[in-house]
């Protein structure tokens, strides 16, 4: 049953059959030659029995594609006439467009108090790592494909001596920057993190070269947009280019996750709407809503808000309290967090950030929607439990060997399409989970 289109599939029956080809005609001529030499043996000798069909049950393998092949202009698979759709698919890559900074970390026993000068804990404090939030979350993507998947980074270099390090950063890290700019009139973007015996950061970005954006070099980006996956987007960039390309992965039926960390600004309606995900801490959900968010309650009832003015799947992360998906219709899921390697929270820097690539990289791989949850909670995890941002983020084999170890008891539900009370309790069962009802008050095991 050859398919309409060139190269297309046809399904039938479990079995993919492409359009058939010279190549192909050849092929069926030689097996039914070799049918009919075996009629003509069968015959010879006397034998009665019916000749068996070939067994066509398996479907065709595809090889996985080497880092080399996917990050090539055209991957291998792709060249292939009569190429699986489902696998063209699978290869898609993951679109980062966002900030990139270099990051100043200094210890501090506390933050300094108004008109108060501290001294550093640490006389060595003071290096400078790459990160910002658009470049430690391309590059967690880059790491949790393995170089299954191509990520693709857009971002605005700055004129100074970081900009060649932060840029060898991302090459290093396997990130493709082909979609990059370089603004000859400004440094690179800066971020001075103050970091406190805890592990808890608190910090403030310099923009830089990160508001050299224009809507016209958004613009430019449509194709990359229409041929991912999936869209990160975070706010430390202008937010028209926000604007710009959540309009054109919505339009094109892409997720697009918007983490809310960044400036404080509000956000509009009409970005809302066009929001697959949209992920804000706590700080930010209080901030962006203006309403209490300390107990399990007020996290929902702000969460819904949101909702009401357009958003779809609100994602809150907690920090060690794990994380919050208030999806559309009332369902709620929520996740403890991962226990920290080593059991110490040294930099928090890059764990949000890693959390939401890791979110993002399951999403795409079509993972069930409590098991991209916990990823991505194994991947803050390992992040917090390393300094710098960048530097910290972890691999994928470091997760996977992480994700066993997480409590059983993390709230999970919802598998893409499948956001009906029965599809997330199919989804918590199959994850030994449990679930809040529509209400998010009440909770329940299943």
Known sequence: HPSKQEGGLCVEKGLQVGEVSMTAMRCALLLLGIASLAL????????????????LGARPHFPKLTTKETQCGKPLIQRLRGGSDAVKEAQKPLLVVGSVNVDIIIEVDRLPKKDETIVARNPNTGSAVPGGKGANQAVAASRLTDG????????QFGNDAHASMLEKAMVDNGVDVSLCGHDDKRPSGQGYVLLEDDGAVSSVVVGGANVAWTAESAHALRDAVVGSSAVLLQREIP??????????AHDAEIPVIQDIGGEDRPISDALLKLLTYISPNLTELRRLTGM??????????????????????????????????????????????CAVPGGRVLDATGAGDAFRAAFAVALVEKHPL??????????GA???SRLGAVPSLPSRAECAALMPAAPVEHIRGGIPGKNTPEGVAEAGRSCGAKVLGHSGVGMHSV
């Open 370 to 379: 409590g098991e991209c949850l916990r990823f991505a909670s194994a991947a």
């Open 292 to 337: 209490p968010a300390e107990s399990e309650a007020e996290i929902i009832t702000a969460a819904k808000s949101l909702q009401a003015r357009g958003a779809h799947n609100v994602l809150v992360t907690l920090g060690e309290r794990g994380s919050i998906l208030v999806q559309p219709g009332g369902i709620v899921v929520r996740q403890l967090c």
């Open 239 to 248: 937010e028209v280019v926000n604007e710009i390309i959540a309009k054109y």
């Open 148 to 155: 299954s998947r191509q990520v693709l980074f857009a971002c």
């Open 40 to 55: 003509v043996s069968s015959s010879s000798l006397g034998a009665r029995q019916r000749i068996q069909p070939l067994s």
């Open 382 to 384: 390992v992040a917090a």
